[in-house]
C-alpha cells in the first residue's frame, strides 16, 4: 500500500508542521504493517515544515528559497516521521527522488530495488521528491504523480491519496447541489465535473494532480481511493468514504509501461508520414531515414517523444543514439549511414522492443 498525504493535511494553520497529524497517520500505519501489509509513505510536507523555523509566512516562489527550506524542511520531517512510527516499533527509511532518477531503466532498477529491500527489513519507506537539488526541468511536478509512480514501480496492490478534501465532488463542495462521486470507472469520463486546479498556499497540487495520479495507478493495475486524512482509518476499515478508483487490466511493471507513465521525452524525434504510420500502424522500429528533424540535446539510452509531421507525440521509446549522432543521420538509408559513418550507425534510431506507442 502506497499512502500520500499533501503538505495540508501535515501542517497546521499557521503553515507549521503538525506533530499530532503526523502522529495519526503513522499510528494508523503501523497498524497496517503489524496485520502484514507492506507500507510506502509519500510524504509532502518538507517544504512547509520549515517555514516557521525560517519565519516564512508562506512557501517561497524562487527556486533558490525553494531548495533552501527544503533542505532544512528534509530533516525536520524525516526527524518527525521517524520518531512517530518509533512510538509502535517501527523502523523508517528516508528515500528523497528527483525525475531523472527514473529516467535511465538502471536507476529506475534501482530505486525499486531500494525501496523493496526496506520493505524486506522491516523498515517503512518514507518517499519525497528532492526538492534541495530538483529544477524545474528535473522535477515530478507533485507528490500526487510521484505516489502513482511508485505505486506503478513497486506493483502495490492500493494507493491512498489524502488531501485536505474528503473526496472529489460533482462541483465544488461548498455549492449547493454538490455531491459526493463515490466510484470513478475512468477518470478520463468526468468532463461534466467542474475541478480546480489550484493547491494550497503550502502545497503545489490541486484536484486536478490528484485526479491524474488515481487514474494513472488505476490504468495500471493499482486501486486507489481519494479521501481526507481525517477518514484515513475509515478508509483502511473498508467503510464507504473518499473516491475509489478500482485497478484495470491487472498489475503491470514492465518496461513498456515505465515508458509510457514513468518518463517524459528527454528531446522528440519528429517524423515522415510514413516513418510515422510505420510506427503507429505496423509497430515497426523507426529507422533514420524517416526522421527529419530531432529537437533537444541528450545522450544515447534515454526516453525521447516521436513525433508525427504535425508534432503530435505518437510514440515514445529509447533511443539507440545521441541527439548529435542523430542530428547526422537524419534522412540517411542504412547503406548511406554504413558508408558515411560507419556499420553501427545502420542500426534502428528507436528499435520496436524499446518503443511504446502512446
Known amino acids: 500500500m502506497v499512502v500520500k498525504i499533501g503538505s495540508s493535511s501535515l501542517t497546521d494553520e499557521r503553515g507549521r508542521l503538525d506533530q499530532s497529524r503526523v502522529a495519526d497517520i503513522a ?98 519507506p518514507v518517499v519525497n521528491e528532492n526538492d534541495t537539488t530538483a529544477t524545474h526541468e528535473i522535477r515530478f511536478g507533485d507528490n500526487d504523480r510521484l505516489a502513482a509512480l511508485v505505486a506503478q514501480l513497486l506493483g502495490a496492490d492500493a494507493l491512498f491519496l489524502l488531501t485536505d478534501v474528503d ?34 498556499k503550502i502545497g503545489t497540487g490541486g484536484m486536478v494532480t490528484k ?21 484515513f482509518a475509515a478508509a483502511t476499515a473498508g467503510e464507504d468514504v473518499g473516491t475509489f478508483f478500482p485497478g484495470h487490466h491487472g498489475r503491470r511493471r514492465s518496461r513498456l509501461v515505465w515508458l509510457r507513465f514513468a518518463t517524459r521525452g528527454a528531446g522528440t524525434l519528429v517524423l515522415d508520414e510514413g516513418a510515422a504510420q510505420a510506427v503507429l500502424s505496423h509497430r515497426r522500429s523507426l529507422l533514420a531515414v524517416g526522421i527529419t528533424g530531432v529537437e533537444g540535446t541528450f545522450p544515447d539510452g534515454v526516453p525521447v517523444d516521436i513525433a508525427a509531421p504535425d508534432g503530435r507525440v505518437i510514440a515514445r521509446g529509447l533511443t539507440s543514439f545521441s541527439s548529435d549522432e542523430l542530428g547526422a543521420m537524419v534522412g540517411r538509408g542504412s547503406d548511406e549511414l554504413r558508408e558515411v559513418l560507419g556499420e553501427r550507425f545502420r542500426r534502428p534510431a528507436v528499435h520496436r522492443d524499446q518503443l511504446v506507442v502512446l
Do not use: C
Open 27 to 124: 499510528a494508523i500505519a503501523a497498524d497496517l504493517a503489524g496485520s502484514g501489509t507492506e507500507v510506502v509513505i509519500v510524504s509532502s510536507g518538507a517544504i512547509a515544515a520549515a517555514l516557521g523555523p525560517l519565519g516564512l509566512s508562506e512557501r517561497p516562489t524562487s527556486v533558490s528559497r525553494q531548495q533552501a527550506a527544503a533542505s532544512v524542511g528534509q530533516a525536520l520531517l524525516a526527524t518527525s516521521w521517524s520518531s512517530a512510527f518509533g512510538e509502535h516499533g517501527r523502523i523508517t527509511g528516508q528515500v528523497l527522488l528527483t525525475e531523472s532518477d527514473v529516467i535511465r531503466p538502471k536507476t529506475y532498477r534501482n530505486v525499486r530495488s531500494a525501496l523493496e529491500s526496506l520493505m524486506d527489513l522491516g523498515a517503512i
Open 211 to 231: 485526479l491524474s495520479a488515481a487514474q494513472l495507478a488505476s490504468t495500471t493495475g493499482t486501486a486507489a481511493l481519494l479521501t481526507s486524512a481525517a477518514q
Open 167 to 200: 473526496a472529489l465532488y460533482s462541483a465544488p463542495p461548498k455549492e449547493p447541489g454538490a455531491r459526493r462521486i463515490a466510484l470513478v470507472e475512468d477518470a478520463a469520463r468526468l468532463s461534466d465535473v467542474s475541478i480546480g486546479s489550484i493547491g494550497s
